[in-house]
């Protein structure tokens, strides 16, 4: 019987779950010795005979309980997928070892037959937090190369290579642990532009109306439908060669794209109707989202100082011109306010050009400080006075040039929607694709408004983290 995606995800959860209770049982014997014979606490070494170690043997299934318990409520065996997978199983293990913990101090307490040491309790909380995550990144490794070699997961084809079947494309080359692999798109046309992750991937099987011979060269079992203007005759014959032939068959609502907001569906006496919910951003949630922008940005600025006074002097002593690049944006509501970089370009550099954006290497354009600058995104750190002063947020929407947001509030319904809340120093659509989906303000759009909806300090925290990862890797920067 072959794999299914259904039985890789309970095989590999079943894998997380022993590594689990390994990984909880070691930690707790390392803080034992770590407590009682590898003298962290020298009084205590004659105190405690060898035997003591039983005590803590005799209870260690229960305190596996607690821990294994603590993870399930935690949220730890769920399916996390997207761009923030680890970061989600990261918080999942950091709440679940917590709550855990506090599980095992109140048990101590309310059982007095129980080993009273609050040290090896407080040792395994470090130990157990990076050892399992360590091991669940192996194990993460492994379930992704086991589906990428289209074990469990279903080929998929999708027809259609608009905006829509390319996002649906886009997805699964990036997270396999979707359930699908991309293996080919169907289409009467060739696209004029592609998204980011499908341009080396990108791969047309031949047109709609020879789909049966296409499913069945390419042993396809998903497929995917992503136009609107195909024939309700091909329609049928689609849904009949799929019903026949046991193909995993989806539709996508492309005739009400809403990207105002989340949709709902709904009834009047048997009429179907969908709803739009608009996109808001509470005062509340703007009032939170500012305290915490504050309480990280204070200390960053005071940390990073001496490291931004040495880039002031590389940058004032290695070219002509300011230390600080000024340029006007756009934030909330609309308002233009002075956006702040080390300046990495020389003087006169936009002079020819005009307002352009960076989606290419800019070696002819910037200083040789300015090209480590913009590699390391060094030049961004005086965005903290911006956020200090009120014109941006730590996360949010980029903020547009005047220049460009007046042409896509043109071009684009709904491009003011991003100015809800201030831009940001890094976003949701940056870890998504960075300077890449710079010269696609759709796809950015349609980032921004999902950060939006889906705002929490959580997410904002995530997204801060995964940003200092591709950072440190140099992705996609210019």
Excluded at 41 to 67: C, G, N, Q, R, T
Excluded at 81 to 102: C, D, H, Y
Excluded at 217 to 238: R, V
Excluded at 393 to 411: A, T
Aim: charged share 20%; proline share 4%.
């Amino acid at each position: 019987m072959p794999m299914t995606k259904k039985k890789i995800n309970i095989f590999f959860t079943a894998l997380k779950i022993t590594n689990d209770i390994f990984v909880v049982a070691l930690s707790f014997i390392i803080a034992y010795k770590m407590k009682f014979r590898w003298m962290l606490h020298l009084s205590d070494v004659e105190a405690y005979p060898d035997v003591y170690v039983d005590m803590y043997l005799k209870i260690l299934w229960l305190i596996v309980f607690i821990w294994i318990f603590s993870f399930i409520i935690s949220g730890l065996y769920k399916e996390y997928g997207g761009p923030l997978k680890s970061m989600n199983e990261v918080t999942a293990i950091g709440k679940g070892a917590m709550f855990a913990t506090i599980l095992t101090f109140a048990f101590t307490y309310a059982f007095q037959g129980l080993p009273q040491s609050r040290y090896v309790i407080i040792y395994s909380l470090p130990i157990s937090f990076v050892i399992l995550i360590i091991s669940h990144w192996i194990i993460n490794k492994l379930k992704k190369l086991v589906l990428r070699h289209n074990i469990g997961n279903k080929k998929a084809v999708i027809i259609g290579v608009n905006s829509t079947g390319q996002e649906i494309a886009e997805k699964m080359l990036l997270y396999p642990d979707l359930g699908f692999n991309y293996i080919g798109s169907i289409s009467n046309i060739t696209p004029d532009k592609l998204r980011y992750h499908l341009k080396n991937n990108f791969i047309k099987l031949g047109i709609v109306k020879d789909f049966k011979k296409i499913m069945e060269a390419s042993g396809a079992e998903a497929l995917f439908i992503a136009i609107d203007d195909i024939n309700q005759k091909m329609l049928n014959d689609i849904i009949l060669y799929c019903k026949d032939n046991d193909i995993f068959l989806r539709f996508t609502p492309t005739r009400y794209q809403f990207k105002t907001g989340s949709t709902d569906f709904d009834d009047m006496d048997g009429i179907p109707l969908i709803g739009v919910n608009y996109i808001t951003f509470s005062k509340w949630h703007c009032f939170i989202k500012r305290v915490f922008d504050l309480l990280l940005t204070i200390p960053l600025i005071i940390i990073t100082s001496p490291i931004m006074l040495i880039l002031a002097l590389l940058v004032k002593f290695s070219s002509e011109g300011p230390i600080l690049y000024k340029q006007k944006r756009v934030t909330l509501n609309g308002r233009e306010f002075w956006f702040l970089k080390f300046r990495s370009m020389y003087v006169d550099a936009e002079d020819q050009t005009g307002p352009t954006y960076s989606t290419s290497d800019q070696t002819d354009r910037t200083t040789k400080i300015g090209n480590f600058l913009r590699k390391t995104s060094l030049d961004e750190l005086p965005q903290f006075f911006n956020v200090l002063k009120g014109d941006m947020s730590l996360v949010g929407p980029r903020p547009e040039r005047p220049f460009f947001h007046d042409k896509f509030s043109k071009e684009i319904q709904n491009w003011d929607d991003r100015l809800i809340v201030r831009g940001g120093i890094t976003g949701w659509a940056q870890i998504n694709g960075r300077a890449e989906l710079t010269t696609e303000p759709l796809e950015k759009l349609a980032y921004d408004l999902y950060y939006i909806e889906n705002w929490s300090l959580i997410f904002d925290l995530k997204i801060m983290l995964r940003t200092i990862t591709d950072v440190i890797q140099q992705k996609n920067v210019y």
